[in-house]
């Protein structure tokens, strides 16, 4: 339940302050030292041992140095969130830095926001058992 005091947000920011006001929070770090809400070193490994655990779904929000070696470790992402936002960048890191194998999706659900961000969910392509060619 949100806080009577909040101030007015969009219906959409409310939603998603719902949602996570509800979930249990882990934050993946390299600076703080490990913990039961810290998550530091195989992030990926702690995961599985995460999902072993009985309660709701995972989340896991992060960038191409959190995201390359867990989508990279067949059956640990159940689905693939990715928010693209309306603008183009000339350097930073490639959005699936670290990643050492293709990846097939099939595209689930689009959502969009007035500010011009989409929201695209992804679920594995029935084919992700095959090894596809690795190009670069």
Known sequence: ELPEDLPAVP??????AAILAGMRKIAISRSLPPGPDVMAGDVATQLVAL???PGRDIVVAGGPATLGP???????VDELFLVVHPAVLTAGPRLFDGLTRNLALELRDVTRFDGGAVVLRHAWWVGIGRRLPLRR
């Open 70 to 76: 867990l989508l990279d470790r067949p059956g640990l």
């Open 11 to 16: 219906p959409a920011y409310a939603e998603f």
């Open 51 to 53: 999902k072993a655990e």
